[in-house]
C-alpha cells in the first residue's frame, strides 16, 4: 500500500482514501498421480453461480488451488500474484494492507476496483470511507480449496465494485463419508531477518452422520520474522515480523438428495510489528543498509475478521433455490510515523516555539457486514440455462483517525496534542435484483447475457476537531440506482474448443462527501464496460491447455481526490482505457511433466484530460506494469516402493509499475523484478511428506511499488518502497491419514 504525506490543510483527504501453478482452472487437470484432486476431464468453477466446467464458461478466469499454495510455501496475496495473469498487489509488506488491481483497474481513491467475495457474499466495504481498497482479504490457504480471479467487470452476478474482476475464496466443504486429519510444521528463513518463521496448522473432517451430517474444523497459525529496520531508531530492527492466526468450523447437513444445509464461521487475526518498506532519499539511494525506513516510532497493523454463514440449498425438481445469509465484523488499526508530514511543520505552526517532533498517525477502521441472498436456477445441461436473484446488504462502517504531537523524547506537545482527531461513521445499504440466462441455439453455438439492478442509500458523518482542525460535526447522505448488464455469444469449435465474445459493464458506488464549502455534497458512482474476445480448448488429446484473451475497457466518471479550495474530497475525474491481452498456455508432453505460461501485456492510460489528479491524455495509469510474465514446469514421478517425488521450478516478472500518473511532478517508477522460485516433496505412501521450497532464490531487488512522499508543505522530501520479499527458504513435514 502506498502512503503519501498529506499537507495539513488538506488533512481530510486522509478520510477520502478511506507459489502455484495459476493457469485457467483447466491447468489443473493432471494425470492422477500428480495429486492434483480433480478430473482431467471435468474442471469446475462457480464463476456464474452455478457449478460448471471451465471450458463452457465465457469469462477470462484463472485458478490457484489451495494445494499448490501449501506446495509452493505462499502464504498472502504477494506470494502467488505474479503467477496470474493481469492481476498486481501493491503491499505494505504485511498480509491484509494490500491493494489489488486486474486489468489495469487501480483505485485511485479509497475504494475497491476488484471485488473480494468468501464462498458466496462479499466481504469488504462498498462505502467510500472504510479504505477497502486498501485493506484487502488475505486468507491463510490452509483451508481454502481454490481461488478463483475473474477478469473484467463483474457487476450482473456479484454486484457493485467489481469492475476490474473479481477474487473469490472458495473453502473446503465438509465430507459426509470420511474421517480425515491433516497437519503439518513447517520452518523458513528470510533474508536479513534476524530469526526463523515457523508455522502449523491441522484440519480435521469427520461424518457425525454418515451420509447426512459432516463436520469440518481447522486451525492455522504462522509466525513470519522481519527483515527491515530503521535508520532513527535502532530499537526497530526487523520491525515489519507478524503473526496470522486463522480457524475455521464447517457442518453440512444433508437429510436427503434434495436439501443441503451448510454452516460455517471463519476467523483469522494479523498482528504486525511495523511494515516490510525501504526508504530513499530523493536521488534513488536507499537509506542505511538499503533494507531500512525513516521512522521514528513503530507502525503496527492489526486486522480481525469474523465471518459467519449459512447456506441451504433445495432442488425442487426443476429448479435449485439457493439462500446464503453471511454476517461478518473486520476492523483493522494502522499506525503511521508522519513526523515527515507533520512534525517538520511545528515550528511554523507556533512561530519557532516549538522545534520539529515526532506524529504518530492512527487509522482504525470497523465494519460490521449483513448480506442476504436468494437464487433460484434452473438445472444445468439444457436447452436454456437461467438464473434470478435478490440481493440485499448492511453496512456500518467506522474511520477514526488521531495525529498526535511529541517532541523528539515523545513527550506530548501542550497546545498541539492532538493535532487532529476525525471521525467518519457512516451506513451503506444496497438492494439488488439480478438474473442470467444461456441458450443453447445449436451444440456449437450459444447465447449468454445478464442484468443486474441495484439501488444504494448512504449516510455520513464528518466529527473532527484539533489543532489544526475546524470544530465540524456535520452529517451527509447519498442515494443512487444502477443498471449493469453482460452479454457473450459463444461458439464451441467442438466439445474442448471456444471461441467467446464478451461485453460486461460494472460500477464502484459513490457517496456523501465530506462536508466543506465548495465541496459536492456527493460524488457519483463510475463506471466500466469491458469488452473482451478470447478462446479456450484442450488440445492434442488433452497434452495442450489455452487460454486467451485480448481486451478493451472504457472507464468513465473515474472516482478521484482533488482538492476544493484548500480542502480535500472526492470528485469524478474523465476517463480512461485499458486495453491488452493476457492468456495462459499449460503443455504435458510426458506422464508427470506440466510445463505452464501465463503473461499479460496491459496498456492503461487516461483517455481525457484529469487535472483533478496532474493527469493529461494518454498518461499512464498507476500501479500497472506493461508486462508480467511468469513460467513454471513441475515434475511428479516414482521413486519406487511406496516413495513419489515432485519438483517444480517457477520464474515471475513484472516491469515496472508508476505510483501515480505520468504527468504528476510526483510520479516515480518501481524498479521492474524478476524473480525464481522453486518447490521439492517427497511423500511416503499415502500419509508422510516432506516439502522444501525456496521463494526470490535469487535474492532479487525489484519492487512491488515506489512512491515520492512529501513534506507537510508538498515538498518532496523521500521516496518510499515496497520491495518483494527476499530470498526465502523453508522446509516442512505434514502427516494425514
Do not use: C
Request: net charge negative.
Amino acid at each position: 500500500m502506498t502512503r503519501k504525506a498529506i499537507p495539513t490543510h488538506i488533512l481530510l483527504s486522509l478520510s477520502t482514501a478511506a507459489a502455484a501453478l495459476v493457469l485457467p482452472a483447466s491447468a489443473f487437470a493432471q494425470d492422477g498421480d500428480t495429486g492434483v484432486a480433480v478430473d482431467r476431464d471435468e474442471i469446475v468453477v462457480t464463476a456464474q453461480k452455478r457449478e460448471e466446467n471451465i471450458l463452457d464458461v465465457p469469462v477470462s478466469i484463472s485458478v490457484v488451488g489451495g494445494e499448490q499454495l501449501v506446495e509452493q510455501g505462499a502464504a498472502s496475496l504477494a506470494d502467488y500474484a505474479g503467477y496470474v495473469p493481469g492481476m498486481q498487489i501493491s503491499s505494505a509488506g504485511t498480509p491484509g494492507q494490500s491493494t489489488v488491481t486486474l486489468r489495469g483497474v487501480a483505485p485511485l481513491s479509497g475504494a475497491q476496483t476488484v471485488g473480494m467475495y468468501l464462498d458466496d457474499a462479499p466481504v469488504g466495504s462498498s462505502s467510500i470511507y472504510n479504505r477497502a481498497g486498501a485493506f484487502s482479504l488475505d486468507l491463510l490457504p490452509y483451508d481454502i480449496e481454490r481461488v478463483e480471479v475473474l477478469r473484467g467487470p463483474q457487476g450482473t452476478l456479484y454486484g457493485a465494485s467489481s469492475i476490474g474482476g473479481l477474487l473469490k475464496y472458495v473453502t473446503v466443504s465438509p465430507s459426509t463419508t470420511r474421517f480425515s486429519v491433516r497437519g503439518g510444521v513447517e520452518a523458513f528463513g528470510i533474508d536479513g531477518a534476524g530469526e526463523l518463521g515457523w508455522a502449523g496448522n491441522v484440519m480435521v473432517n469427520a461424518p457425525v452422520v454418515a451420509d447426512k451430517i459432516g463436520v469440518s474444523a481447522s486451525f492455522s497459525m504462522r509466525r513470519t520474522p522481519g527483515y527491515a529496520n530503521s535508520v532513527n531508531n535502532p530499537a526497530l530492527d526487523d520491525q515489519n515480523s507478524f503473526e496470522q492466526v486463522g480457524g475455521r468450523v464447517a457442518v453440512l447437513f444433508q437429510p436427503s438428495e434434495a436439501l443441503s444445509v451448510k454452516l460455517s464461521g471463519i476467523w483469522q487475526s494479523i498482528d504486525a510489528d511495523g511494515n516490510g518498506i525501504y526508504a530513499a532519499d530523493l536521488t534513488g539511494r536507499r537509506l542505511g543498509d538499503g533494507s531500512s525506513y525513516n521512522n521514528f516510532v513503530a507502525e503496527p497493523f492489526t486486522t480481525d475478521l469474523e465471518f459467519y454463514a449459512g447456506t441451504i440449498d433445495y432442488d425442487f425438481g426443476g429448479a435449485v433455490l439457493t439462500s446464503a445469509t453471511t454476517w461478518s465484523r473486520r476492523t483493522a488499526v494502522q499506525d503511521q510515523d508522519a513526523s515527515y508530514s507533520f512534525g517538520v511543520l511545528f515550528p511554523l505552526l507556533t512561530g519557532g516555539a516549538v522545534d520539529p517532533g515526532i506524529t504518530p498517525f492512527e487509522i482504525a477502521l470497523g465494519l460490521d457486514k449483513f448480506t442476504q441472498e436468494f437464487r433460484l436456477a434452473s438445472p444445468g445441461g439444457g436447452m436454456v440455462e437461467w438464473l434470478v436473484g435478490a440481493f440485499y446488504t448492511h453496512e456500518d462502517s467506522s474511520n477514526n483517525q488521531i495525529v498526535r504531537s511529541f517532541d523528539m523524547d515523545g513527550a506530548a506537545i501542550p497546545g498541539l496534542d492532538p493535532l487532529a482527531t476525525i471521525a467518519l461513521p457512516a451506513t451503506y445499504k444496497e438492494y439488488a435484483l439480478f438474473g442470467n440466462a444461456t441458450v443453447r441455439f445449436s451444440d456449437r453455438f450459444h447465447l449468454s447475457g445478464g442484468v443486474r439492478w441495484a439501488r444504494n442509500e448512504q449516510t455520513f458523518r464528518q466529527i473532527s476537531e484539533g489543532a489544526i482542525v475546524a470544530p465540524a460535526d456535520d452529517p451527509g447522505a447519498s442515494n443512487e440506482d444502477v443498471f449493469t448488464y453482460s452479454i457473450s455469444p459463444q461458439f464451441h469449435l467442438n466439445d474442448d474448443a471456444m471461441l467467446y465474445a464478451r461485453v460486461a459493464s460494472g460500477y464502484r458506488p459513490g457517496g456523501p462527501n465530506v462536508i466543506v464549502l465548495d465541496v459536492p455534497p456527493s460524488v457519483d458512482s463510475d463506471s466500466l464496460t469491458n469488452y473482451e474476445v478470447g478462446f479456450k480448448a484442450d488440445l492434442a488429446g488433452r497434452m495442450v491447455t489455452i487460454d486467451v484473451a485480448a481486451f478493451y475497457m472504457d472507464w468513465r466518471d473515474i472516482q478521484v481526490v482533488r482538492a476544493f479550495g484548500g480542502v480535500s474530497g472526492n470528485a469524478n475525474g474523465g476517463r480512461a482505457v485499458s486495453k491488452g491481452f493476457e492468456g495462459s498456455l499449460l503443455l504435458r508432453p510426458t506422464r508427470g511433466l506440466t510445463v505452464s505460461l501465463t503473461g499479460s501485456y496491459t496498456d492503461a492510460h487516461l483517455s481525457e484530460d484529469v487535472p483533478e489528479i496532474s493527469g493529461a491524455d494518454g498518461d499512464r495509469l498507476p500501479a500497472v506494469p506493461e508486462f508480467s510474465g511468469a513460467m513454471r514446469i513441475d515434475y511428479g514421478f516414482d521413486l519406487g516402493g511406496n516413495l513419489r517425488g515432485d519438483v517444480g521450478a517457477g520464474l515471475r516478472h513484472a516491469s515496472g509499475r508508476l505510483s501515480s500518473v505520468e504527468s504528476d511532478p510526483l510520479a516515480v517508477e518501481a524498479r521492474p523484478y524478476t524473480s525464481v522460485d522453486l518447490n521439492a516433496a517427497l511423500s511416503i505412501g499415502e500419509h508422510w511428506k516432506l516439502r522444501a521450497y525456496a521463494r526470490n532464490l535469487f535474492n532479487n531487488q525489484g519492487e512491488l511499488s515506489r512512491a515520492l512522499l512529501t513534506d507537510g508543505l508538498g515538498d518532496p522530501s523521500f521516496i518510499q518502497i515496497t520491495p518483494i520479499q527476499p530470498r526465502t527458504l523453508g522446509v516442512a513435514f505434514e502427516l494425514s491419514f
